[in-house]
């Protein structure tokens, strides 16, 4: 047991500790917003990579609660240390294993580095001995950077746009108050490029797959699906058109290379989801701006991550049909690539200054949501309080026995 008094000593978007309570309670409310399930048919199996944030952490929850899933998920957290909470996926996956078995659902977490060989032997050993074969792999990972496990060799990524130099609008806080900044970066060289894609694009999904091939793990009819975004042409200089569009062009030509390897016996895709505030957005240059001004035109029709899970696993569970794009990419952004959406978008773009923000921008919702990542600024938590730091990683049930 570790009562602290916890802050949450931020620097900009950068939080060093997270809240524990925060963090369950921002779990309790994706549990909360996913569809309880229909029928009582057995769940699939599925290993799901970066099952503690994001787009992962949503499609976990929803293929836990509506959809009665099965397996592993695998996330790289930090524990506690004297200095410093956990990391606030620690703590998600905490909540997430209690909100799991209280559902009654078969399913554990793994701590470790996926792109590692050790963590694929563990995760296939511990897939083999409880369910034999899986029918589903979510990957999700964003990551600074990547050792490649068969050469050593240590990648980096980097956020840079390609061919020329970028320069944009940004948004900054200075004392708390919303106002914009100007960024400029300079274009990544062949060697940055070249290392993002190791890094960030579909290297490591498809040793993931060639390793459960090769262990017998693929049941008839897997289906294996790589979250990616595709965002708007306000941001594609630093996006799709930089090094993380080199990136995940490259996870895209890799699910066309994973579909023709199964041979008809299974199916892989990309799925190019909305806009949303994580972990690895908020390190992406403008992106920040972008969101805000799109929380404010959209409102009501916002997608959160929870939305966008649910209609995923509503497509691959066969309750509705695949929204495929003419790349065979499964499409989530419809809501925030709707042409009157990007036309407001756009328009408050060009015109917002630091005078106009509080018009064109959800700022202070923006904020808001930057903190709850890691467990701050969730309505309904006692920050005064002291909180229990300890929480334990979740323990399998073969580990139990």
């Excluded at 699939?44 to 499609?59: E, H, R």
């Excluded at 940004?170 to 100007?182: A, K």
């Excluded at 957005?281 to 991550?305: E, F, K, M, N």
Aim: proline share 4%; hydrophobic share 40%; with cysteine.
């Amino acid at each position: 047991m570790s009562l602290r008094e916890i802050k949450p000593g931020n620097r900009g978007y950068l939080y060093v500790n997270s809240h524990p309570t925060g963090c369950a309670a921002v779990v309790d409310r994706m549990w909360q917003q996913t569809p309880e399930p229909a029928g009582d048919r057995p769940g699939p199996v599925a290993l799901v990579i970066g099952s503690s944030a994001g787009y992962g952490l949503a499609a976990t929850l929803v293929g836990l609660r509506a959809h009665r899933m099965r397996g592993l998920g695998i996330a790289f957290e930090s524990a506690e240390t004297e200095r410093r909470t956990a990391g606030a996926g620690w703590y998600r996956t905490a909540r997430t294993a209690e909100l799991a078995a209280g559902a009654g659902a078969d399913f554990t977490f793994l701590n470790g580095d996926a792109f590692s060989d050790g963590v694929k032997d563990e995760a296939a050993e511990q897939l083999a001995a409880r369910f034999g074969k899986i029918d589903l792999l979510i990957y999700s990972i964003a990551a600074p950077r990547r050792t490649d496990p068969l050469t050593g060799e240590v990648h980096r990524s980097v956020i840079k746009p390609l061919g020329a130099d970028y320069r944009a609008k940004t948004l900054v806080f200075e004392d708390g108050v919303p106002q914009t900044g100007e960024l400029h970066l300079q274009a990544a060289d062949e060697a940055e490029r070249d290392a993002t894609v190791q890094v960030m694009g579909g290297a490591d999904w498809q040793l993931w797959i060639d390793f459960l091939q090769s262990r017998g793990l693929l049941a008839d009819g897997f289906q294996t699906v790589a979250l990616s975004y595709v965002g708007s042409d306000i941001t594609a200089p630093i996006y799709r058109a930089g090094t993380i569009g080199a990136a995940k062009q490259h996870l895209e030509d890799t699910a066309r290379a994973i579909s023709t390897q199964l041979k008809g016996t299974g199916h892989a895709h990309t799925v190019v989801a909305g806009a949303a505030v994580t972990q690895a957005s908020t390190a992406i240059p403008s992106i920040a701006l972008y969101t805000s001004i799109l929380h404010r035109v959209t409102g009501d029709g916002w997608q959160t991550t929870v939305d966008q899970a649910t209609a995923l696993w509503n497509q691959l569970a066969g309750d509705t049909a695949l929204d495929l794009d003419d790349q065979d990419r499964i499409r989530l952004d419809g809501w925030e690539m709707h042409p009157e959406v990007q036309a407001a978008v756009r328009a408050a773009w060009d015109r917002i200054d630091s005078d106009t923000m509080a018009a064109d921008a959800d700022t202070s919702w923006f904020r808001d949501q930057v903190g709850r990542l890691y467990g701050w600024d969730v309505p309904g938590v006692d920050y005064e309080r002291e909180a229990e730091t300890t929480v334990a990683w979740p323990v399998s049930p073969s580990s139990e026995a």
